[in-house]
Structures are given as structure tokens and as C-alpha cells.
């Protein structure tokens, strides 16, 4: 598979730099952009440099227009969905695309496939110290709930289209 690289560039409100990580381009279907990351994989956060090396095989999607993205994962990771809450992503040009973190997060795990939404202390305190509007408050809660519902329903892209992803990033 020849795949180009991209740049995952996650940031805070105030434009600092968040997480960061390379990926390769895997394709594109109805729900956006897919995204992968073979084991190995070097994730930094802001300055700091390197945090962690994956041990795993992960698919992200990058949707078109959404509130989130999404981060799907192999064993041994002990969940198996991560969807950020975040402001729509950008691409910068095809190999680089950012979005805005906006601490709301909605996993799932693999074991029991119980859902749940994380960071709910985070985001009361960074809508505060970030001063989020009222509308992207309104917007990251909303689109927690509405990504609970869907990864509790296992609905597309979180059932069998993310699994065909993921398939083809073992392969790589």
C-alpha cells in the first residue's frame, strides 16, 4: 500500500498545541476521511515531545463537517472507540488537518461495550478558562450525546465500516 503521510494537529481553544501524530491517508467513503496508524505509532503532546508509542493498530475518521472524530483500535487497547468532541476539522492542505479539542470525549470498550462520556470536569473547566461561546457549548454537548447513542447502537461508522478499516490498516 503506498499511502501518503498526514499530520494530526490537535489543539486547544487558544490555538496551543494539544496532541499531535502521524498517520497515513487511507481513503475516503461516505463518512469522511480514514486515517491509520500502524503499531508503533509516536503520539506528543504540545511541547513535550513523544508521550507514548501505540501498541496497537488504529483507524481514525476524520468526518466531513462533524463535531468529532473518531479513534478505533485493536487489542490490546482496551477500548475500542474514541470519539473527541471537537470543532470541524480543517485541512491545511492534504497533508496536515487540525481540529480544536474540546475535552468532551465518548468511548467505548471493547470488553462489555459499555459507553460512556469522559472529561466532563475538564470541559466545565475549559469552557470557562477558554471561554467557549455559548453555541460550541451547546454544539460539544450535543454531539456527546449523539455519538453516546450511536456507539451504544454500534451505527455506522461505529459497527462493520470501521472494522473494514481497520482490517485494511493490519494489512499496511
Not at 30 to 38: E, K
Not at 68 to 94: I, K, M, N
Not at 126 to 144: F, K, L
Request: with cysteine; aromatic share 10%; glycine share 8%.
Amino acid at each position: 500500500m503506498n499511502a501518503a503521510g498526514v499530520l494530526v494537529s490537535v489543539r486547544k481553544n487558544d490555538g496551543s498545541l494539544h496532541w499531535h501524530h502521524s498517520a497515513v491517508r487511507l481513503g475516503e467513503d461516505d463518512h469522511g476521511v480514514w486515517l491509520g496508524a500502524p503499531v508503533g505509532t509516536v503520539y506528543s503532546r504540545g511541547t513535550e515531545g513523544p508521550v507514548y508509542t501505540t501498541r496497537e493498530v488504529r483507524v481514525m475518521l476524520i468526518p466531513r463537517d462533524a463535531w468529532w472524530t473518531g479513534l478505533f483500535q485493536e487489542s490490546p487497547a482496551r477500548l475500542d472507540a474514541y470519539c473527541d468532541v471537537t470543532t470541524p476539522s480543517q485541512w491545511l492542505h492534504p497533508g496536515e488537518v487540525t481540529m480544536i479539542d474540546l475535552d468532551l470525549d465518548v468511548c467505548r470498550t471493547r470488553d462489555g461495550g459499555t459507553v460512556f462520556v469522559d472529561d466532563e470536569d475538564e470541559f466545565a473547566d475549559h469552557r470557562i478558562r477558554y471561554g467557549y461561546p455559548p453555541d460550541v457549548i451547546a454544539r460539544a454537548t450535543t454531539t456527546a450525546e449523539q455519538l453516546r447513542a450511536a456507539l451504544a447502537e454500534d451505527a455506522e461508522p461505529f459497527g462493520r465500516c470501521r472494522r473494514s478499516w481497520l482490517a485494511r490498516m493490519s494489512a499496511y
